[in-house]
């Protein structure tokens, strides 16, 4: 069993920055990829950005460039700082473990998850 609390979130204008934080508890999640999501009202949970055991990331087109996922081992905690942000990426940002080496980019390969966090960007 693996517990996330998201933390971070909150109101920013547009082109502000936000870091977004993930701890996790209940099991050492240094050997699994995580990944963070975002689901806006009325849409799906789609992915952002997924780190692997060994520190490589991924992320969606639209936001390379301005967000960037890592994880801190001794913290037992995984970050994603978000750059430059726009009004459309206004949206609940959840992030996961996956119990593989690596991250993916479907919800369903992902068994635990976090609360959430919301993220707002205003113009």
């Known amino acids: 069993q693996v517990q996330l609390m998201e933390s971070g979130g909150g109101l920013v204008q547009t082109g502000g920055s936000l870091r977004l934080s993930c701890a996790a508890s209940g099991r050492i999640v240094s050997n699994y990829g995580m990944g963070w999501f975002r689901q806006a009202p009325g849409k799906g949970r789609e992915f952002v950005a997924g780190i692997s055991r060994s520190g490589g990331s991924i992320c969606i087109d639209s936001v390379r460039g301005r967000f960037t996922i890592s994880r801190d081992n001794a913290k037992n905690t995984v970050y994603l700082q978000m750059n430059s942000l726009k009004p459309e990426e206004t949206a609940v940002y959840y992030c996961?473990?996956?119990?593989?080496?690596?991250?993916?980019?479907?919800?369903?390969?992902?068994?635990?998850w976090g609360q959430g966090t919301q993220v707002t960007v205003s113009s």
């Open positions: 996961a473990v996956s119990e593989g080496s690596y991250y993916s980019t479907r919800t369903e390969d992902y068994d635990f």
